[in-house]
C-alpha cells in the first residue's frame, strides 16, 4: 500500500465569501447584507478553528464484479451499486481517502445552534463542509498528478452514503486504514468523528476515466455533490 499525507492552511483552499453565498442558495444580487457579515466573520474565525488534514492510500489490487455491482480491494467487498460502479469501469486499482476539517468547526456550529444562533450555526456548518471539500479537491489535484506521471489517469470520487452506495460500508473502508493519520473514528451506525469530515474511493487505472457525477441517473435531492463540476 502507497500512502500521502497532507495538512492544509484554511488560506490554501481559495474559499470566498462569494462561494459561501452561492453554497447557501443566494444570488450576489440578494443577499442581505447581514449574511454577508456572518459569512466574513465565520471565514475569518475558521482560520483559527480549522485543523485540515487529507491522506490517501493506493491498492494497485482491485477488482471489479459487474453482475453483483461490487468491487474488491483485497477480500474486502464494497457493494458500490451500478451508478459508482460504472463511473469505475477502466479502473485497475483503487484509492482510498479521508479528510477532515478537525473538531471545532462542528463544536462552534453546535454552540451556536444550542444558543439559538441557528444562522450562525448553519452558515458555520457550511464553512466546515466547505472547507473539508476543498481540501479533498487539492488532494485529488496531486492525486492526479502523480498518477499521470505514472501514465495512470483518476476517476471521479466516490463516498458511501451517496448514489446508493451504503453508509454502513464506511466500516470497511476504515478497516483498511485502522490507524488514520486524519484521526477520524466511525460510530456505531457509521457517523465520522468529528462530522466535517469525508470519505471514499477514487478509481485509478490506464483505462479510468475521470467522468462528471451521473446526477441524472441518482434521485438523492440533497447531495453534495449534485452537478458539482
Not at 29 to 51: C, G, N, Q, W, Y
Amino acid at each position: 500500500m502507497e500512502s500521502r499525507t497532507f495538512k492544509y492552511d484554511v488560506k490554501e483552499l481559495g474559499l470566498t465569501t462569494a462561494k459561501i453565498v452561492k453554497t447557501i442558495g443566494y444570488t450576489p444580487e440578494d443577499v442581505p447584507a447581514s449574511v454577508i457579515d456572518i459569512i466574513e466573520s465565520t471565514l475569518k474565525e475558521s482560520l483559527s478553528l480549522a485543523s485540515v488534514k487529507a491522506e490517501y492510500h493506493i491498492y494497485r489490487h482491485f477488482t471489479i464484479d459487474t453482475e453483483s455491482a461490487s468491487v474488491a480491494i483485497g477480500n474486502i467487498i464494497f457493494n458500490t451499486r451500478k451508478i459508482i460502479l460504472s463511473q469505475l469501469k477502466g479502473a485497475s486499482g483503487a484509492v482510498l481517502f479521508l479528510a477532515t476539517a478537525g473538531p471545532e468547526i462542528g463544536i462552534s456550529s453546535k454552540k451556536q445552534m444550542a444558543s439559538g444562533d441557528l444562522l450562525e450555526g448553519y452558515i458555520t456548518d457550511v464553512v466546515g463542509s466547505e472547507i473539508v471539500e476543498a481540501a479533498v479537491d487539492l488532494m485529488q489535484e496531486t492525486l492526479a498528478r502523480e498518477a499521470g506521471a505514472e501514465g495512470l489517469n483518476i476517476t471521479n470520487r466516490f463516498s458511501p452514503g451517496y448514489c446508493g452506495w451504503d453508509v454502513a460500508e464506511q466500516h470497511k473502508l476504515f478497516s483498511l486504514i485502522p490507524d488514520n493519520y486524519c484521526g477520524i473514528k466511525l460510530t456505531e451506525s457509521a457517523l465520522m468523528n468529528p462530522v466535517k469530515s469525508v470519505s471514499g474511493l477514487i478509481g485509478l487505472g490506464r483505462e479510468a476515466r475521470y467522468r462528471p457525477y451521473s446526477c441524472s441517473r441518482c434521485d438523492s435531492k440533497n447531495c453534495i455533490y449534485r452537478n458539482k463540476k
